[in-house]
């Protein structure tokens, strides 16, 4: 809609007319002011329901997932206010870090082989000091098998047959023979897996018969 207002040779020749002139000048004034109301009030409903429908999703709706786009998902912000004190430790407070062995397992000297200046061989001149890194690795975990075997006698008196007793920390391992499949190789963790007892990680007790 296009407002027009009465232009300055209008509004003198509605003067110039009378009052009856001038009434109708300002009343064409307000029937545009009213339409033009009218559509902007129409043109914020419309922009209204387009956000609402653009502020759906997966979450809010039942719109599927799918529909979401490759949009950021708005995550919603922490009510937590943040502290006055800074991040990481606090003064006054006592760290603690991994401080260097004594007594390494392996050590590895990284001999010079030439001066780094003049390229002059150094190979048999003495040290007269180390430079020393230590470097701090988990070793990987080692399975130990133990096979217990239970001794038979024959008795000279009787002559019946008598077995030795398992005295391992678990007895009850030592009850059930696992044997593998003919023709099929079962590895120590598959053994673990199928006992019907629960895994023990440090030491894997078993016997074979």
Same mark, same amino acid.
């Given at each position: 809609?296009n407002?027009?207002?009465?232009?300055?040779?209008? #509004?003198? +020749?509605?003067?110039?007319?009378?009052?009856?002139? #001038?009434l109708?000048?300002?009343h064409?004034?307000?029937?545009?002011?009213?339409?033009?109301?009218?559509?902007?009030?129409?043109?914020?409903?419309?922009?209204?329901?387009?956000?609402? $429908?653009?502020? /759906?999703?997966?979450? @809010?709706?039942? /719109?599927?997932?799918?529909?979401?786009?490759?949009?950021?998902?708005? $995550?919603t912000?922490?009510? !937590?206010?943040?502290g006055?004190?800074? @991040?990481?430790?606090?003064?006054?407070?006592d760290?603690?870090?991994?401080?260097?062995?004594e007594?390494?397992?392996?050590?590895?000297?990284?001999?010079v082989?030439?001066?780094?200046?003049?390229?002059?061989?150094?190979?048999?001149? %003495?040290?007269?000091?180390y430079? %020393? !890194?230590? +470097?701090?690795?988990?070793?990987?975990?080692?399975?130990? +098998?133990?096979?217990? !075997?239970?001794?038979?006698?024959?008795?000279?008196a009787?002559?019946?047959a008598?077995?030795?007793?398992?005295r391992?920390?678990s007895?009850?391992r030592?009850n059930?023979?696992?044997?593998?499949?003919?023709?099929?190789?079962t590895?120590?963790?598959? #053994?673990?897996?199928?006992?019907?007892?629960?895994?023990?990680y440090?030491?894997?007790?078993?016997?074979t018969?």
């Amino acid at each position: 809609m296009n407002f027009q207002l009465p232009t300055d040779d209008e #509004i003198c +020749v509605a003067f110039e007319k009378g009052q009856a002139a #001038i009434l109708d000048l300002f009343h064409d004034v307000s029937r545009q002011m009213h339409e033009l109301a009218q559509e902007l009030a129409k043109q914020a409903e419309a922009l209204q329901a387009l956000q609402a $429908r653009q502020a /759906k999703d997966s979450r @809010n709706s039942s /719109k599927p997932p799918s529909s979401d786009g490759y949009g950021k998902v708005k $995550r919603t912000e922490s009510l !937590r206010k943040p502290g006055d004190k800074p @991040n990481g430790g606090q003064p006054g407070h006592d760290g603690q870090t991994l401080l260097a062995s004594e007594a390494p397992d392996w050590i590895e000297t990284h001999e010079v082989p030439s001066c780094g200046h003049c390229q002059a061989p150094l190979l048999g001149i %003495e040290s007269v000091g180390y430079e %020393e !890194r230590q +470097v701090f690795d988990i070793p990987a975990i080692r399975i130990d +098998v133990t096979a217990h !075997r239970a001794e038979i006698k024959i008795c000279p008196a009787c002559g019946s047959a008598s077995k030795g007793t398992c005295r391992s920390p678990s007895p009850k391992r030592c009850n059930t023979a696992l044997r593998s499949t003919p023709g099929r190789r079962t590895s120590p963790i598959s #053994i673990i897996f199928q006992s019907s007892e629960r895994p023990r990680y440090s030491k894997i007790w078993s016997s074979t018969g």
